[in-house]
């Protein structure tokens, strides 16, 4: 009798803990882009990459569906991945180029939604598949801090979670904004000019702080946590305005999904996009 009570209350024990709201989270949000705010969870942002170079006459197609983006949403980070005969060619695209197309040559444009999402051309018919990927119950946030001085970048990246997650990997990189060059252009956006003379190009990937599609994220990542990567580095060399830089944080999965990105200017400090 006595052995049947202990394992009685073993197994009692086992099915209290197993249910326990730090194991198992249940009833989880909707994720979806129109979802009222539930509180605890974060603003889900799409993150859009642009595989794009200069001498590229179709990529200002893609070009133009990511301001009409930014126009439409506060819920979307951008990179520009610049390649080729390009003043701001990306040196170490090939990892990239192998994730989105790994038996075909790069072929451009191309662009991803969360990294591994073919965003279905032509691209400003389809702002809805971008905007269908931002939400309100996103189940980890990002806040970024830096400092720029000196030639010395100074960069904190906070990530907190509303849920438990493993196999996460955390990407960081570093942009240059109002880069002007001409741009070429086949289409019938930017006035239909060909080239586009004096073209800001925003965006454009410089350095990556980690390594391109991830570093693991070793510590705990679950509910209610809170971890912090940081990071100092010189200015990269690429970069031709020091005062022009800004940072893209990601968090990808085991499948390299990013889950959500977060942007931030130089010597900005955030907090977590977190519903009250």
């Known amino acids: 009798m006595t052995k049947l009570k202990f394992f009685l209350s073993l197994l009692l024990f086992s099915i209290l803990f197993s249910c326990s709201p730090t194991n198992v989270i249940e009833n989880l949000p909707d994720s979806s882009e129109t979802a009222p705010p539930v509180s605890g969870f ?16 179709n ?18 980070v951008s990179i520009a991945i610049h390649n080729g005969n390009d003043p701001y060619h990306f ?5 990239l180029k192998d994730l989105i197309m790994p038996n075909a040559d790069l072929e451009l444009p191309q662009s991803r939604l969360n990294r ?32 720029v001085a000196n ?7 906070n990530m907190k979670f509303a849920q438990n997650y493993s196999g996460l990997k955390l990407v960081v ?5 109002h880069l002007i060059h001409s741009q070429a252009n086949y289409t019938s956006y930017f006035g239909n000019i060909n080239p586009v003379p004096n073209y800001e190009h925003n965006h454009v990937l410089r350095q990556n702080i980690t390594d391109l599609l991830g570093d693991p994220i ?13 990071y100092s580095i010189p200015m990269p060399t690429s970069v031709s305005n020091p005062d022009n830089v800004s940072f893209v944080a990601i ?10 990105a977060r942007a931030a200017d130089k010597n900005e400090v955030q907090t977590f996009e977190q519903n009250p």
């Open 42 to 57: 974060f603003k889900q942002r799409v993150l859009l990459e642009d595989y794009t170079g200069t001498w590229c006459g």
């Open 218 to 230: 070793t510590e705990a990542t679950t509910l209610g946590l809170t971890v912090t990567k940081s």
């Open 173 to 177: 990189y570093v942009l240059e904004n």
């Open 116 to 147: 591994t999402t073919v965003w279905t051309s032509p691209e400003p018919s389809n702002l809805a598949q971008a905007k269908a990927l931002t939400g309100n119950n996103a189940g980890l946030g990002l806040a970024l801090s830096s400092t």
């Open 151 to 157: 030639g010395t970048i100074n960069l904190d990246v």
């Open 91 to 95: 040196p170490g695209y090939q990892p």
């Open 251 to 260: 968090l990808v999965n085991t499948n390299n999904v990013a889950l959500n």
């Open 59 to 76: 990529c200002t197609r893609v070009a133009y569906a990511i301001d009409q983006m930014y126009e439409q949403s506060d819920k979307v």
